[in-house]
């Protein structure tokens, strides 16, 4: 292993002069073989760079000024407002080997996820990229993609295995802010971490409630208090679960500047792939080895992409497009707490939490409506489409987005109509998954608040091949499939109540799912004052939803796989457990269906033997490779586990 010290390196190659796009220095910290110097097909070996990009941001620049409280912040000698971010890059050893397209996955929290979807990585490897193993089946790697993550979140620390952004802090600064916590268990006291510290220990509330749509509460025995600044003790009274919602209001002081995040990627990825300076890690001869980009990002990150496009962000300081396209994963239509002074780009409102949180904001779609409710006309892509810099857009999503994260409102207008998206996106619910799952999970009961058997439902083999389908889109033009969502136009979308039948036992369906409400953010609590139509998908005879993407798992069943599961008994029944769906198996014989009035046909019913279960395996897997929705490989791998009896992922 190689290592350049970035000091060693600086009086080189790092002259300020020379940077583009507001990177005035880009440290690396270190340069060695990734995955042990494991091969790739013909793309080879890849190599790992550590590094440091600090940004530097003229508030006056009206790219930058949206950024909050930017002409607040303390200063560098050039009247400019400096941050300095993680940045990981993996690259061919070879550019030469490598696609051309620079694929920037948003960390999540800190972490890196796109390795765990695309390529069946598992943690903590997925993070590392050190051993062989980490690479998982290598997918990323055997397409010769130039894999960037850039430290943006600027609440958290930047340590190892944690990327993060050293943003300026607003020291002595001080305003209100409020966090909700749900910790599942009936210990008391509980501790729980505040998202920023507390200016004041007098300055705190604390509230109770069974869940979120009943009245806040101070009953007897309920207290709270400051163990330091950032952590608080709760104190829980008799009469609730563990399931109940506390919420805490308090004084917060020393914001940093979030919204800095968002110029940090479009910096950094427009240094990348454009700067022409020895300084540029990527640079091959004369030219940067990519000459495109994708950015890409799972549930938080995903939600980041979609406010860096709402934001306008997707124009660099030249007036260049930063992403030719963008991927938001499992983020619905959500959006972040992050660009506001005591951010919280953490949370986000899901069941059983608070459906009006910051996140949550109109607008939900790509296409600019008018919100009858807050007054304002707007878009994801209103800025974007002004300066001619819109990416071509595959927003994608488990099935629980459509339950837990209002997704029906990317395809509806705002009184619950059919709405078609623009020309440049498309979007795609992938059926019968969980938020996110692991590539090795098997059926299993998961943790005690779970009421049913938890969805092992991995999403690898369909986003791999939108990937693959959206690189195609930026690199040569060719269309994408259509889009596969529910819509209310098909009659695939529909409400909550009659989406799925009640009579499939061990299946407790009650129609429950997250609502979105529009409320007044300047208060605490804020105070709700509107709220929009929200739909489900409709599902199926077995309990599935009719549209999306079905992998093959689903479209040739051994089980019912919904992405939802209602909270178990004394954790808040009334409420949907955050992330997860669930797992019904077939019964194997018409006899045993019977017996328990099971309306689903049996295994038996469905398949003569385990030689035509196979064989209806493949038909499908044939239709999907050839709709472009599962590549030739992933058939192969499916067929395989069919043949193994585990693709159904059943544990048997």
């Known amino acids: 292993m190689r290592r350049i010290i970035a000091g060693a390196i600086a009086a080189v190659c790092l002259s300020p002069v020379a940077l583009r796009a507001e990177v005035i220095r880009f440290d690396i910290v270190e340069r060695a073989p990734a995955f042990a110097g494991r091969s790739f097909g013909d793309v080879g070996p890849y190599e790992r760079i550590t590094a440091r990009a600090t940004i530097a941001l003229t508030p006056s620049d009206d790219r930058n000024a949206i950024i909050t409280d930017l002409g607040q912040a303390p200063r560098n000698p050039d009247g400019k407002v400096e941050a300095t971010a993680d940045v990981v890059i993996l690259r061919p050893a070879d550019p030469a080997r490598g696609n ?4 920037l996955d948003v960390p999540n929290r800190g972490r890196k996820l796109a390795p765990q979807l695309f390529d069946d990585s598992s943690q903590p490897g997925a993070n590392n990229a050190q051993g062989a193993d980490d690479a998982g089946i290598g997918f990323l790697h055997r397409q010769g993609y130039t894999m960037v993550w850039v430290g943006w979140q600027g609440d958290i620390p930047s340590r190892p295995g944690q990327m993060a952004l050293t943003a300026p802090v607003l020291k002595g600064v001080t305003g209100p802010a409020r966090e909700e916590f749900v910790f599942d268990t009936t210990t008391s006291p509980a501790r729980a971490t505040l998202t920023w510290p507390a200016a004041d220990p007098a300055n705190l509330t604390v509230t109770v409630r069974a869940a979120w749509a009943d009245a806040r509460q101070t009953p007897s025995g309920l207290s709270a208090r400051l163990v330091d600044p950032a952590t608080v003790e709760i104190t829980r009274p008799e009469g609730f679960d563990a399931g109940a919602l506390y919420e805490i209001t308090y004084a917060a002081r020393d914001p940093a500047l979030l919204g800095m995040g968002f110029a940090a990627v479009r910096d950094v990825a427009s240094f990348l792939r454009r700067d022409m300076t020895p300084t540029n890690p990527l640079l091959n001869g004369l030219h940067p080895s990519v000459s495109r980009a994708i950015g890409f990002g799972v549930s938080q990150s995903g939600r980041f992409l979609r406010d860096f496009l709402h934001l306008g962000f997707n124009e660099d300081l030249q007036g260049r497009v930063v992403f030719d396209g963008l991927m938001p994963h499992v983020a619905g239509t959500r959006r972040m707490a992050t660009n506001v002074r005591f951010g919280q780009p953490g949370r986000n409102p899901r069941h059983p939490q608070d459906p009006a949180w910051q996140a949550d904001l109109f607008p939900f779609t790509y296409a600019t409506l008018n919100d009858p409710i807050s007054g304002k006309t707007d878009g994801l892509l209103r800025r974007c489409t002004l300066s001619t810099t819109c990416p071509r857009v595959m927003q994608t999503d488990s099935e629980h987005e459509w339950w837990a994260s209002r997704a029906s409102l990317l395809m509806t207008d705002l009184a619950g109509n059919h709405l078609d998206l623009p020309d440049n996106v498309r979007a795609y619910m992938i059926a019968g998954t969980p938020h996110f799952a692991d590539p090795t999970d098997v059926m299993h009961k998961g943790v005690a608040a779970l009421s049913l058997p938890q969805n092992p439902m991995h999403a690898g083999a369909p986003m791999r091949a939108l990937l693959t389908d959206l690189n195609a889109w930026v690199s040569d033009g060719v269309p994408p499939p259509s889009s596969r969502v529910p819509m209310r136009a098909h009659g695939t979308l529909v409400a909550a109540e009659g989406a799925v039948r009640i009579d499939i036992p061990g299946l407790p369906f009650k129609a429950v799912h997250t609502s979105a409400a529009f409320s007044d953010q300047s208060v605490l609590p804020p105070k709700e004052i509107g709220r929009y139509p929200v739909f489900v998908p409709k599902a199926d005879d077995d309990g599935m939803a009719i549209s999306g993407i079905r992998q093959l798992a689903l ?25 997860q769906g669930a797992v019904v198996p077939f019964a194997p014989t018409e006899a045993a269906r019977k017996e328990i009035h099971d309306p689903r046909l049996s295994i038996a019913e469905r398949y003569a033997d385990s030689d035509a279960y196979v064989a209806a395996v493949r038909r499908e897997a044939a239709r999907q490779v050839a709709e472009r929705l599962l590549l030739p490989e ?7 586990a069919a043949k193994q009896g585990k693709l159904a992922k059943l544990g048997q």
């Open 100 to 103: 051309g397209t620079l694929l």
């Open 555 to 579: 479209a040739v069943p051994r089980a019912t796989y919904t992405a939802w599961n209602p909270r178990a008994q004394g954790f808040g029944p009334t409420a949907l457990y955050p992330l």
């Open 634 to 640: 992933d058939a192969e791998r499916a067929i395989e």
